[in-house]
């Protein structure tokens, strides 16, 4: 860690790390992009209120209720 605020090293790695990083890391990670890229040019998303926003780090990462938006076109 270089910075004060910074969270340490693989405290986020949804695709594993060292030999045994995921194989599919690299497509997933294009296709998420493709994907956001659509549907941001398409809709705006509107985060709804009163949500609490907690992890569930189990096998993959994730919310662990949902997020919950408001999708306009």
Same mark, same amino acid.
């Given at each position: 860690?270089?910075?004060?605020?910074?969270?340490?090293? *693989? @405290?986020? *790695? !949804?695709?594993?790390?060292?030999?045994?990083?995921?194989?599919?890391?690299?497509?997933?990670?294009?296709? @998420?992009?493709?994907?956001? @890229? $659509?549907?941001?040019?398409?809709?705006? $998303?509107? $985060?709804? !209120?009163?949500?609490?926003?907690?992890?569930? !780090?189990? *096998?993959?990462?994730?919310?662990?209720?949902?997020?919950?938006?408001?999708?306009?076109?």
């Amino acid at each position: 860690m270089t910075k004060v605020n910074q969270k340490p090293n *693989f @405290a986020y *790695f !949804p695709f594993g790390g060292g030999k045994r990083i995921c194989i599919g890391k690299s497509f997933a990670l294009m296709e @998420a992009t493709i994907i956001i @890229a $659509l549907i941001s040019q398409r809709f705006k $998303l509107e $985060l709804l !209120p009163n949500q609490n926003i907690e992890i569930d !780090p189990t *096998f993959t990462l994730r919310p662990k209720n949902g997020i919950k938006v408001k999708l306009w076109k």
